[in-house]
């Protein structure tokens, strides 16, 4: 990871950490969607909409629409599950263009979820799973990978942590580049690294702080980014929602391109 993204992670890391030990305590617990468990249907990663965005790096097409879906499945009442999260680009302000959708990433998993047991102030749980995420693009724009990973976490009534270790199931090269079979991007862990880190902390009257950092193992380079969400009025299901994010591979696409890119929109989950 560059010099310039472990110091904006450090900083960010240090204002979490000054919020954890600040903050008055929040009377009543918090269940993350991202460790909810339970039958049938549920949620399990962010799901929201930010229709107001800018990254210079885009050239012309700066401002763009983010939406992302997630939901999970209880499998027969085990304690497996099968997760969908979908993001997209929309570039729904540039009319000359017809307003593409720059690029869109799919990631289907299925996971195992152990049970938890008390630890310290908390309780301690590990996921286990396979993901696949692509952007279902033809040859030359496509981009896909295939993952095992195992993500411990530890959670109290206002607070989670949740790491995951990624292993990248190999592939074989490409022929010629315009091949159909073969690894399309097979340098994709040089900037998205073996690992992810979110932190969340519930702060009083609701508002959340959400921070991700990726690549700190296996990487040079990775991303982080910050989400800050508070409830709107009159509503207890929409948040507003600040994003900070700086780094590589906030899209598939163009995993490769350093990205700094600000929003604000509404969560419909958290």
Not at 24 to 41: K, M, S
Not at 55 to 67: K, L, N, P, R, T
Not at 145 to 153: E, K, Q
Not at 223 to 233: A, E, K, R, V
Request: charged letters at 20%.
């Amino acid at each position: 990871m560059s010099s310039k993204i472990r110091l904006i992670a450090s900083a960010a890391l240090f204002l979490t950490i000054l919020s954890l030990t600040s903050a008055t305590a929040v009377a009543t617990p918090f269940e993350f969607p991202l460790i909810q468990t339970g039958r049938g249907l549920t949620l399990h990663k962010t799901m929201g909409i930010l229709p107001f965005t800018y990254a210079e790096e885009y050239h012309g097409q700066q401002s763009e629409v983010i939406f992302q879906v997630s939901a999970k499945h209880n499998l027969f009442g085990s304690r497996f599950y099968v997760a969908y999260s979908q993001i997209s680009f929309w570039q729904a302000y540039d009319s000359e263009n017809s307003a593409p959708f720059r690029d869109t990433n799919y990631n289907p998993e299925i996971f195992y979820r152990s049970r938890e047991v008390n630890l310290g102030s908390g309780s301690l749980g590990v996921d286990v799973g396979f993901e696949h995420e692509s952007n279902g693009q033809l040859v030359q724009l496509s981009r896909s990978w295939n993952l095992l990973y195992i993500a411990p976490f530890h959670h109290g009534d206002n607070w989670l942590a949740y790491a995951k270790l990624r292993y990248r199931i190999p592939e074989e090269e490409k022929e010629t580049p315009d091949s159909p079979l073969g690894d399309d991007n097979p340098d994709i862990t040089d900037y998205l690294g073996y690992s992810d880190l979110h932190l969340y902390y519930r702060l009083p009257r609701e508002h959340l702080v959400h921070l991700m950092l990726r690549g700190y193992l296996g990487a040079d380079k990775g991303n982080i980014s910050m989400n800050y969400s508070l409830p709107l009025p009159r509503s207890e299901d929409s948040f507003l929602q600040l994003r900070l994010f700086h780094g590589y591979g906030e899209s598939l696409l163009d995993y490769r391109q350093c990205i700094t890119r600000v929003g604000i929109g509404i969560m419909f989950n958290r």
